[in-house]
């Protein structure tokens, strides 16, 4: 079982939807989540992070985090154009000495 | 803003050369790491180093690879004997401190092209 699986897409939506992006994880001692955004070509830059269960909002976007369930979301409200990459969760795992990918999904905004 | 930097932004070999790719992480950052992503696949963890050694490695990081923290300010993936699986863009990113909550700041890549 992968440390982390994420739905590929891609995911299409028009300027101004909530999208919604999930991943799942295979370690209960897992803490630490992030959200990165990935344009194309580029390298992944965080976007969130969050610790254990629970909400974080920061703007447009909310991270959010089920640990009895092992899922971990993140919600990106009134979407842009400029919304349009690649998402990636990842987690550091229990060690925190490597960092664990999912394989990211492809959004698209269209305006 | 300080960012992470990686030389040269593409590289093209030929199969069984020895490449090697370098980075620049932010200055008074501890902890480096090296992931690769096959063109349309995830990113995945090659190897972290800390304090002038390897504290973790994958399955993928084998007898072929090797990193180096030569001069203090440069962090090198070389690998030996490329093959055409080898092709895949190379992170390099770093992290301030140590702990599982810290962020990695992620340098923009090296494409590799194994022929």
């Known amino acids: 079982q992968k440390e982390v699986e994420q739905d590929p897409g891609p995911l299409s939506v028009p300027e101004g939807a909530i999208v919604s992006l999930n991943c799942t994880y295979s370690?209960?001692?897992?803490?630490?989540f992030m959200w990165y955004r990935q344009y194309s070509r580029k390298g992944p830059e965080l976007l969130m992070y969050t610790y254990s269960s629970g909400n974080k909002e920061d703007g447009r976007f909310t991270a959010q985090v089920d640990k009895s369930s092992k899922y971990i979301s993140l919600f990106i409200r009134d979407s842009q154009p400029s919304d349009s990459a690649t998402y990636l969760c990842?987690?550091?795992?229990?060690?925190?000495?490597?960092?664990?990918f999912g394989t990211g999904t492809s959004l698209t905004v269209i305006p | 803003e300080p960012e992470v930097t990686q030389t040269p932004s593409h590289q093209v070999t030929q199969m069984g050369q020895e490449v090697i790719l370098r980075c620049v992480p932010i200055?008074?950052?501890?902890?480096f790491y090296w992931y690769r992503q096959i063109l349309g696949q995830k990113v995945e963890f090659l190897v972290s180093?800390?304090?002038?050694?390897?504290?973790?490695k994958s399955e993928i990081f084998d007898d072929q690879f090797s990193v180096e923290r030569p001069d203090g300010s440069n962090f090198t993936l070389k690998i030996r004997s490329t093959k055409l699986e080898d092709s895949a863009m190379y992170f390099c990113?770093?992290?301030?401190?140590?702990?599982?909550?810290?962020?990695?700041?992620f340098g923009p890549g090296t494409r590799l092209t194994v022929l």
């Open positions: 180093f800390y304090n002038n050694e390897i504290s973790e």
């Open positions: 990113a770093s992290v301030p401190s140590g702990g599982p909550g810290n962020e990695q700041f």
């Open positions: 200055s008074n950052h501890l902890y």
């Open positions: 990842a987690t550091p795992g229990d060690l925190g000495n490597q960092f664990y």
């Open positions: 370690n209960s001692a897992f803490q630490y």
